[in-house]
């Protein structure tokens, strides 16, 4: 607000002032002659077309500015209208220069594109990355970033939130080309809790070069957050209300002028996710006990997310970029299940019923600077960063568990409570430079260093017979993870005629310790590797390209995968980690076929990843208890085929979509845990999933979106994922001129989104399902301030890495 104000008592002083102006004008409508507001004005020298000021129109669509003697050429912009230049303005002391009156006429392309393209969601195509476009997709209006994520092709959230790419969880999350402080300690929990408005787009790219970090076999997922290139004021404003409970409102503000650019994001939002789901278990060979389980899960509270930064143009070619980030949540979770336990050989039957309550606050700081200088050699730059963060998690539970036969009264067994606290701190220092090499070709290298420690302090209490609390040690622990990288890259890459190549190599140094201090079990590891990577593109017309790729990645075992302790969520199912777990090492390779026609795109591509040393989570069963706890199993071969394709069949009606289907081999192997050794034959999975978007321009200013998902089944070393089909639909219309746009969707019409499985061990079974939220209805309204909404762009990609070369 406080800013809000600056600009308006700037705005209100330009009017006072207005006699000490000396160049002035109007800006209007050609066709309407309406006045054009915050239409952007710049003054540059006409002898080397430098910038030396500029402004913006105000309501009445006037403007005045003073600027020093000497001969000028003015621009208007404005989106959506064609630009606008006055040459020859000679400014001359004393006297102030009027321009005729301006008459802005609409662009060619958006005379094309108003009555065809739709806020819709868009899908970009390159040989290296598939772009995204949020804001258009009208199930994600009013969504979390974990919404956004799981409406995207080739990707797919799980149960608990992990976000897997090309059926690998081992994918690399960035926002703005960087690790942030949005993901949190627990990125599948924290992208929950991101308001879903502040993302622009998505990138993905399933085979980086050397220049990133090798971290993620199956590849990159960066969220790209909204900032605005335009001169002037400009901005969005959302407010959504949802069932089940979700409601919030965003803001997105730019304010950019000659010497320096201003940008901030700003959400916040109460949410409920009720959930839940069952699962049928037997028990030994032959059958000793049956249970059946019941869940229900409501998560959610209130978050808030703030961004706040600037660009400081400390010359034409040298910028100073400082941000701020801030991420806060209060959430307030229920659980309460139930095991039916039937014993076939005894005839008898109980009821056991576990109720918690949870409280959870999460707080993550950042803080960023960036320096980057340009040269006058096209292509030349150097860049430096620095980056902290600070993030703070803290869970409360209170848990009641209770006993007794199907239809008698329960009686109380067990009562407990914990808290869960965790700390994340991370500093982060990179530079990098790029060098242009003859016509077509460049160098890059670069250095990095990240340190990052985390620390998960968790005490469990169990009530004894007098009602005081006793600490539990069983469960109880204080686990410290530190992790520490050194990293250096090189890159050379050149184009002769229609053959272009790129070649590069990584190299990182890993320090990994850990320490469990209630006990003074520590662990480390420490190796270097090198990640080679290449890139050959034949352009075969100006339509079509091929690419070869090849890549090494790494997946570096973190946190929770390392903590051998369990929570006591569920004490019937204990998931845990390992601290003996070694890197996995992933050599993928990639063959594509690009075309781009006015109209229509499809990227078709083969891809096979080598994975060593793969862990999986494995179940065991001890007493009627299941434990999870991850493993280096073996090797594993992954091999598909995935295409994506955009097309516009009619004025009115255009679609795009996915399709991967892969073929996964998994080497037979053997593990121990306590005295028990589980041996598991070779695994063979064949699967594809798919998804539609459908998008209907039903009038001019009238829009919907039939959006179609689904996966198929899928084979695992112990059981089977079983298929999900999901179907979202989206209305939205434009008002106030098209400044508005009120927007209606129901996620998930048919309730079908669940996940459901089969898992075998030795004398176990189980069949299970489970929802992480149910159907929801969304309304939201966004108001774009000097922003028109944005449309399709066509035409062959640049090829060029995601935004922010700084994400290596």
Request: aromatic letters at 12%; a negative charge.
């Amino acid at each position: 607000m406080r800013f809000c104000f600056v600009v308006v008592m700037l705005m209100l002083s330009a009017e006072v002032f207005a006699q000490q102006n000396n160049l002035a004008g109007r800006v209007v409508d050609n066709d309407s002659g309406d006045p054009v507001e915050f239409a952007s004005v710049g003054v540059f020298n006409q002898a080397d077309s430098s910038l030396v000021g500029g402004t913006v129109t105000d309501a009445a669509g006037t403007f005045g500015m003073r600027v020093a003697p000497g001969s000028y050429y003015v621009s208007i912009q404005f989106v959506s209208y064609a630009d606008y230049m006055v040459n020859n303005v000679l400014i001359e002391e004393g006297k102030t220069f009027t321009l005729p009156e301006v008459r802005l006429a609409v662009a060619s392309q958006f005379l094309e594109e108003v009555v065809v393209q739709g806020d819709r969601t868009q899908m970009e195509l390159t040989l290296d990355k598939k772009v995204y476009n949020i804001g258009k997709d009208l199930s994600n209006l009013g969504g979390s970033a974990t919404d956004i994520l799981d409406n995207l092709p080739s990707v797919q959230v799980d149960v608990e939130g992990n976000v897997s790419l090309r059926g690998s969880e081992n994918v690399r999350i960035l926002v703005d080309g960087k690790p942030s402080g949005l993901v949190g300690i627990s990125s599948n929990d924290a992208l929950r809790q991101i308001n879903g408005n502040m993302v622009e787009r998505v990138e993905i790219i399933t085979n980086p070069s050397a220049r990133y970090d090798a971290e993620g076999e199956a590849g990159i997922i960066n969220l790209v957050l909204k900032k605005e290139k335009r001169q002037g004021l400009n901005g969005s404003f959302v407010a959504n209300t949802g069932v089940p409970h979700n409601h919030g409102g965003s803001m997105n503000i730019n304010f950019r002028q000659k010497n320096f650019n201003l940008f901030s994001n700003l959400g916040i939002a109460y949410r409920k996710n009720p959930g839940g789901g069952s699962s049928f278990q037997q028990f030994g060979d032959p059958i000793t006990k049956v249970t059946i389980v019941d869940r229900d899960r409501e998560r959610g509270g209130i978050n808030y997310n703030a961004r706040f930064g600037s660009d400081i143009f400390l010359s034409d070619h040298s910028t100073l970029t400082l941000s701020f980030l801030y991420r806060f949540s209060d959430e307030d979770n229920d659980f309460d299940t139930d095991y039916f336990d039937t014993y076939p050989t005894l005839n008898t039957d109980s009821l056991t019923q576990r109720i918690g309550d949870e409280v959870e606050g999460d707080e993550n700081l950042e803080y960023s600077i960036n320096y980057t200088k340009t040269f006058k050699e096209k292509g030349r730059k150097f860049s430096a960063d620095i980056q902290y963060q600070n993030n703070n998690e803290t869970e409360e539970a209170d848990l009641i568990e209770a006993s007794g036969t199907s239809t008698g009264i329960l009686t109380p067994t067990l009562v407990q409570r914990s808290v869960n606290d965790e700390l994340e701190e991370r500093w982060m220092l990179q530079s990098e430079y790029v060098h242009p090499v003859g016509k077509e070709g460049k160098f890059e290298s670069g250095v990095r260093y990240t340190d990052r420690l985390v620390g998960n302090d968790y005490i469990v209490e169990e009530q004894d017979e007098n009602g005081d609390y006793q600490v539990d040690p069983n469960f109880t622990n204080d686990f410290e993870y530190h992790e520490k990288v050194a990293a250096a890259y090189a890159i050379i890459g050149n184009k002769a005629n229609l053959l272009s190549w790129q070649v590069g190599l990584r190299y990182e140094w890993t320090d990994l310790s850990t320490i469990l201090r209630n006990t003074n079990e520590t662990g480390q590891q420490r190796y270097s590797n090198l990640f080679p990577s290449a890139f050959l593109t034949y352009d075969l017309s100006d339509e079509q390209s091929v690419q070869a790729s090849y890549s090494r990645r790494i997946r570096r075992p973190r946190g929770r995968f390392l903590n051998p302790f369990p929570d006591i969520v569920d004490n019937r199912n204990f998931r845990m980690g390992n601290p003996d777990l070694r890197p996995v090492y992933t050599d993928s390779y990639e063959l594509g076929y690009l075309l781009n026609l006015a109209k229509s795109s499809i990227y078709g591509g083969v891809y096979f990843r080598h994975s060593e040393g793969v862990y999986q989570r494995i179940r065991f069963v001890e007493n009627d208890i299941t434990y999870q706890r991850p493993y280096n199993i073996t090797a594993q071969n992954d091999i598909g085929i995935e295409v994506n394709f955009s097309h516009e069949p009619a004025k009115w009606y255009s679609f795009n979509g996915n399709l991967n289907f892969f073929h996964s081999i998994t080497e037979d192997g053997s593990i121990s845990f306590n005295d028990q050794t589980i041996s598991f034959d070779q695994v063979e999975a064949t699967s594809f999933s798919g998804r539609l978007n459908n998008n209907l321009k039903l009038s001019k200013a009238f829009d919907a979106q039939i959006n179609v998902m689904y996966r198929a089944p899928r084979n695992t070393v112990q059981g089977k994922r079983l298929s999900m089909t999901s179907i979202d639909l989206g209305f939205s219309r434009d008002v106030m001129k098209n400044n508005g746009t009120i927007a209606l969707s129901v996620r998930d019409l048919l309730n079908t989104r669940k996940y459901r499985g089969e898992t075998f061990a030795e004398g176990y079974f189980e069949v299970s399902d489970f929802q992480w939220r149910s159907r929801t209805t969304q309304l939201s309204f966004t108001y774009r301030l000097n922003q028109k909404k944005q449309r399709q762009r066509r035409g062959r990609g640049d090829g060029n890495d995601f935004e922010g070369d700084e994400a290596f």
